[in-house]
Structures are given as structure tokens and as C-alpha cells.
């Protein structure tokens, strides 16, 4: 009767969803700019982070595009309450890595953490469902207490990547022998610059003996 009255829509096109269909209609998704760069090996997003910290993996699910599809369904992930989006793209990206040999030997899943205020008025981690379903995927830990977020920023979507690194964004590593001989994914909802995961990277590979790999919704 709920659903007769208050239908479940698809997040992208808004129309109602089928019987079957969850959280994004079976038409947006095949209408999706897949990049799956894990499916080919492809040294695009590893290439964003040379000559700045070592990349063991990166993949991004989707492309970015402005006014397009995946903008709006980010849009309603961060800004518009739609937390079961994470989850949705989790559950598709954790099922493509568990089958790709070079995501088998993950220990643990990290995500991009919000500053406390941040998290606070907004309710959620954006990026939270999407670690703890590539997570499970895994057979791995999801880890939300090891990088922690101790300034909070404006939004990073439209600064360069200079002005991104000298903003006050600054994140601090905590629990150190959580992390000792860890092969690392470290996730987020987007690759712009790099920047953001640039320094999430860079305190992550304090602990001793830590590889990191990246994997995102998307990449702008």
C-alpha cells in the first residue's frame, strides 16, 4: 500500500522504479558513463598521483559529467539526504574487485573521513556505504577510526590542486599498528585532483610497511 502511495523512485531519472529495480532504474544504468578501470588495468587514475605518493591500484566506477547522470546521483548522495546511493555503488564496485586478482589481497578499507561538524549537520559519510559494502565484498575490515579529518574545508569541487593542498583541509592518522603491513583501499565519492586523497594518502603511509590503492565512484 506505501508503495502504491508513495512509489520508490529511481535517483537519476526520478521516475518509479519496477518491481526488481533498487535505487537507480535498470534504463539509468545502462545510460551510466562506466570507467571500471580495474577491468583493464588502466594506468589512468594511477597516473593523477605520480610523482606524489605510490599507487598500488586505482579504479573509479563511473566518469563524471557535468549536468550529466552521475552528477545528479552524486548530487543526491551529498547534498540531498540519498545515503543509499553509497551503498548501491559499493555493492557494484565490491562485486567487480572481489572477482580482480589485484584487489584479493586488501586488508583494509578506509574511507575519506568528514570533519566532525560536517558529519554531524549532514548525518552521514557520504562515502561510508560504499567502503562498508566493498568491504564486505572483500572479507575485509572497514576502518573509520584510523584517518581522521581535524579542519574543515568549503567544498573542494571547482579550487585547483594547488589551492586544494594549501587549503585548510588537514587530516591525522590515529592507532598506527592498526595499519603496520596493511595493503590499504582508501575510498571516496570522487577524484577531481587528487588532492584530498593525495594527503589522506600521505598519512596513511606513516605506518610502517602500508601500501595503498584507491577506489572512488567516480572521476571528474
Not at 144 to 168: A, H, P, Y
Request: net charge positive; charged share 25%; aromatic share 10%.
Amino acid at each position: 500500500m506505501l508503495n502504491l502511495l508513495f512509489p520508490k523512485i529511481c535517483y537519476s531519472c526520478h521516475n518509479p522504479l519496477l518491481k526488481g529495480e533498487k535505487t537507480v532504474c535498470i534504463e539509468c544504468i545502462h545510460s551510466l558513463p562506466i570507467a571500471s578501470f580495474h577491468k583493464n588495468e588502466s594506468n589512468f587514475l594511477k597516473n593523477k598521483f605520480y610523482g606524489r605518493f605510490l599507487v598500488k591500484n586505482a579504479t573509479s566506477l563511473l566518469y563524471f559529467q557535468k549536468r550529466g547522470i552521475t552528477q545528479e546521483l552524486l548530487h543526491n548522495l551529498k547534498y540531498r539526504g540519498k545515503e543509499e546511493i553509497s551503498y548501491f555503488f559499493g555493492k557494484w564496485l565490491g562485486a567487480e574487485l572481489a572477482e580482480c586478482k589485484n584487489y584479493n589481497n586488501i586488508d583494509l578499507v578506509i574511507p575519506v573521513p568528514l570533519h566532525k561538524q560536517k558529519l554531524k549537520k549532514r548525518g552521514y559519510n557520504q562515502v561510508e556505504g560504499f567502503g562498508k559494502e566493498i568491504a564486505l565484498a572483500l572479507n575485509v575490515a572497514y576502518r573509520d577510526d584510523i584517518l581522521i579529518k581535524i579542519s574543515k574545508s568549503g567544498s573542494q569541487v571547482f579550487k585547483t590542486r594547488m589551492l586544494r593542498f594549501e587549503s585548510e583541509e588537514v587530516f591525522s592518522i590515529q592507532k598506527l599498528k592498526d595499519i603496520k603491513n596493511k595493503h590499504i583501499l582508501l575510498v571516496d565519492d570522487i577524484i577531481t585532483t587528487g588532492a584530498t586523497l593525495e594527503k589522506c594518502a600521505l598519512q596513511l603511509l606513516k605506518g610502517e610497511n602500508v601500501c595503498i590503492s584507491i577506489a572512488t565512484i567516480a572521476v571528474a
